[in-house]
């Protein structure tokens, strides 16, 4: 009768053995926290990274034992939670380029060679399946403007037999779990919905061009170093250790060369980065990378660990700043962290990078960024979570993500519901411009329209340009749309409809018509409200400031 009692018992005690662990990794000579430092539990593929503040939180099951190990420190294990809140690991001696005599042989162009040509002995050529933690954020100037977290799984079906092009070409992607707060960016309207494919191919053993290219190219997220090998000059800088192995820090740099444009020459983009390479094996470690062009700058990189006598990445990191025309500063933060690895068929599954609309499908579950192995975040991260949500918890940012999604796309079912949620989400924080519209629109309107849009992105930071048709019919709604283009520049669109009680509302006999509400939801009245006309500019910026 009571036969289910103690596997039921069983399975409990085991679940109530699990947690999740925090700690800190510093350098025991200067207390300076140790960055991206690998974490593993020992005897598994699962395992964590260490913030830049040096933190990191892992779930974990007792008993256990952990081992830290990162670039240039000797490698340590922990078998104790009270060992965690500080663990100091002892920097290794490192032999410098200029006092090693015995080196003077070293090629390190040919290291680099060797090190491509070993990856089907270092890395796994089985089928796999890893797991992934995702963090990405971005701000305009000073002011952050969007967060992305998720749970990430990629199988690779050939491992690391060959290089792929691209990241997604013969993988599998998805996304398990996922929170994220609106995006408030200058680059909202062109941001990908997620970037995994970006940072996975910051994993240069994965991902290499496969044909030598015309010239270097700033914007191409896979590394041309292998196939573009002559376009670099090497130097070896330095021999340290990783995990109790000596590696080599091999630095490149691109040759400098411009190409002949209308208005002379122009200087191609300068790559310049360092290869950490084991001695033994000729294993790459971890690599460092940055890109500039002009003023624009994009820094990539990853790090690897061993399970089971093959390395596999565990941390991939891509930041860049683009400065766009109007001499604003975009800048993007991407972090790709790996927590377990797994082997067998059975792990084995057929996805895609997900789009906007495959991640509003994704179910929600809270719990699980308190119960999971996740990247630590910094006091820099939490400023950031503040101050998208005014005060709000990521989890509640991501509720209202989901109901902003919801109110402003397909605005044309349940368009009149879908306004009145957007209306009111916005009070006290954005300046609402109505244009009523229909399909009788003439020339002159559709010129109105155009400097509509103008006024979205001029002001997009406090102020919005919603358009609401009076169009009856949906699809005919659909092809004005497109015809106009009023799905750019972050242009709202609803269809209310002929009948809507809008019209009464605000006393429209006639299209096109404007309204333009303010911040507490009050029509302010001027005399005229043409999109085209100075004067309404001069009103958006005494609300502005109101």
């Not at 995006?183 to 941001?191: K, L, P, S």
Request: charge should be neutral; aromatic fraction near 12%.
């Amino acid at each position: 009768m009571y036969r289910w009692l103690i596997p039921f018992m069983l399975v409990s005690a085991t679940a109530f053995c699990q947690q999740v662990v925090e700690g800190k990794v510093v350098d025991k000579e200067t207390g300076k926290p140790v960055p991206f430092a690998s974490i593993g539990i020992v005897g598994t593929s699962k395992g964590t990274s260490s913030n830049l503040n040096g933190q990191f939180s892992l779930l974990v099951e007792e008993p256990f034992s952990i081992k830290i190990s990162c670039v240039g420190y000797e490698s340590l294990i922990i078998n104790s939670l009270e060992n965690l809140n500080l663990i100091q690991l002892k920097p290794a001696s490192i032999e410098l380029n200029e006092i090693i005599v015995y080196r003077k042989l070293i090629d390190p162009s040919r290291i680099v060679r060797r090190a491509f040509s070993n990856v089907a002995n270092n890395y796994s050529t089985q089928p796999f399946l890893q797991k992934f933690f995702y963090r990405h954020y971005c701000k305009d100037d000073s002011e952050y403007g969007r967060l992305i977290e998720a749970s990430v799984d990629v199988w690779k079906h050939r491992g690391y037999k060959s290089a792929q092009r691209m990241a997604g070409e013969k993988e599998e992607i998805r996304v398990t779990q996922l929170r994220r707060s609106l995006d408030n960016t200058i680059a909202a309207q062109g941001h990908e919905p997620i970037a995994i494919s970006n940072i996975l191919q910051a994993d240069v053993v994965g991902y290499q061009v496969q044909e030598k290219g015309k010239q270097l190219s700033f914007y191409n997220t896979v590394s041309n170093l292998r196939v573009d090998f002559d376009r670099y000059s090497f130097a070896y800088d330095a021999t340290t250790v990783y995990d109790g192995q000596e590696v080599y820090l091999i630095a490149y740099t691109s040759r400098k060369d411009s190409i002949l444009t209308t208005s002379g020459y122009i200087d191609l983009p300068v790559i310049s980065g360092t290869l950490y390479i084991t001695t033994d094996r000729y294993a790459i470690v971890k690599t460092e990378e940055t890109k500039s062009e002009g003023a624009n700058i994009i820094r990539t990189s990853a790090y690897y660990r061993k399970t089971d006598n093959k390395y596999y990445p565990y941390h991939f990191i891509r930041e860049g700043e683009n400065h766009v025309s109007n001499k604003s500063v975009h800048q993007y933060h991407i972090e790709l962290m790996s927590t377990e690895i797994k082997h067998g068929v059975e792990e084995r599954f057929v996805g895609r990078e997900p789009g906007k609309d495959d991640l509003l499908k994704i179910p929600y579950d809270s719990s699980y960024w308190k119960t999971n192995t996740i990247l630590k975040t910094t006091p820099l991260e939490d400023k950031i979570i503040r101050d998208l949500g005014g005060g709000e918890s990521l989890n509640q940012q991501f509720i209202r993500y989901q109901q902003y999604e919801w109110s402003t796309t397909d605005g044309g079912q349940n368009g009149v519901e879908k306004f009145n949620w957007f209306k009111e989400h916005n009070k006290g924080n954005r300046i609402l411009f109505l244009v009523f519209w229909d399909s009788t629109c003439d020339l002159p309107c559709v010129v109105e329209l155009e400097h509509a849009k103008r006024l979205q992105k001029q002001f997009r930071r406090d102020f919005s340009v919603v358009m609401l048709s009076l169009e009856n019919d949906e699809v005919r709604w659909k092809q004005l749309l497109t015809k106009y283009n009023l799905f750019s520049d972050g242009t709202i669109n609803y269809r209310i409809g002929s009948d809507a009680e809008f019209k009464r509302l605000y006393k429209i006999k006639e299209t096109p018509a404007y309204i333009l509400l303010s911040k507490d939801g009050d029509v302010h009245n001027i005399e005229t409200l043409r999109p085209g006309n100075a004067l309404l500019e001069n009103e958006i910026r005494v609300l502005i400031e109101q």
